[in-house]
């Protein structure tokens, strides 16, 4: 089947193969505190976003460039969180208590994993389905390695970025000076989100004691769905196209 869809703005953009490849981190970017809307209702949560390049030489875009692929997590360590599964899976063990009292994202930036892609039901979106540690021989990177602070946010990275991610990140409460929301999602103690340590996207995690059992059941599902959830809707909607830096993934077809 043909590589080349339509994206639903108007342009040619080549999407990510189907398969098992090296990936290098070359973006972690703390979006802040976003708001959504989907299956569990409204929430506000801090976000990030980790991008990775595919270092394949059979495997390339058209201009010769390396593939890469985005993913969007909610910045917390909660044991039942998408992004301890992955960060977990990536390193080849658990976290350990101290790690779980702050683990600092910067640290997973140039480092190399296996990632398995597979593409949306339609065929026109390539996703992550699966990170795994990476031992093996380390191929030359070839993008630059970015990472972007929300409480220590330099400018000119900001600038780079396109005029709707960086509007997303402006609006965040962490950026923009405003209030925090008053706590996470219900169900979600509002520990478990990033911290507010200036120069460090680092994330953490309080555990599950204190919960009623209501509330513990309403974590447990939120922590084991939202993410995959949002990234769903982000896709379904072609939000996932307007938060990132489109011209670094979604590259036009010449």
Not at 36 to 64: I, N
Not at 203 to 208: D, I, Q
Not at 229 to 245: F, K, N, Q, T, Y
């Amino acid at each position: 089947m043909s590589t080349i869809v339509k994206s639903t703005g108007g342009g040619d953009f080549e999407i990510t193969p189907a398969g098992t490849y090296i990936g290098r981190c070359i973006k972690v970017i703390d979006l802040g505190t976003q708001t959504t809307t989907g299956q569990f209702g409204t929430k506000s949560q801090r976000k990030v976003m980790v991008t990775w390049e595919l270092l394949d030489d059979k495997v390339k875009m058209a201009d010769g460039r390396p593939y890469a692929v985005t993913q969007f997590y909610t910045a917390s360590l909660h044991e039942k969180s998408k992004l301890r599964a992955d960060l977990e899976a990536w390193r080849g063990r658990r976290f350990d208590d101290k790690e779980l009292e702050g683990f600092d994202l910067k640290d997973v930036l140039g480092k190399y994993c296996m990632l398995q892609i597979v593409h949306s039901a339609d065929g026109q979106y390539a996703n992550v389905n699966a990170i795994m540690s990476y031992k093996g021989d380390q191929p030359e990177g070839v993008n630059e390695l970015v990472i972007f602070d929300i409480d220590n946010p330099d400018e000119e990275i900001l600038s780079t970025m396109s005029e709707k991610m960086q509007a997303k990140i402006k609006s965040s409460p962490e950026y923009s000076g405003s209030d925090w929301p008053s706590g996470g999602s219900e169900g979600e103690d509002p520990k478990d989100v990033a911290s507010e340590t200036p120069g460090r996207t680092t994330t953490t995690t309080s555990g599950s004691s204190g919960y009623d059992k209501a509330k513990e059941q309403r974590n447990k599902l939120d922590a084991e769905k939202d993410d995959d959830a949002e990234v769903a809707s982000l896709v379904a909607s072609g939000l996932e196209a307007e938060m990132a830096d489109a011209p670094d993934f979604l590259q036009p077809v010449k």
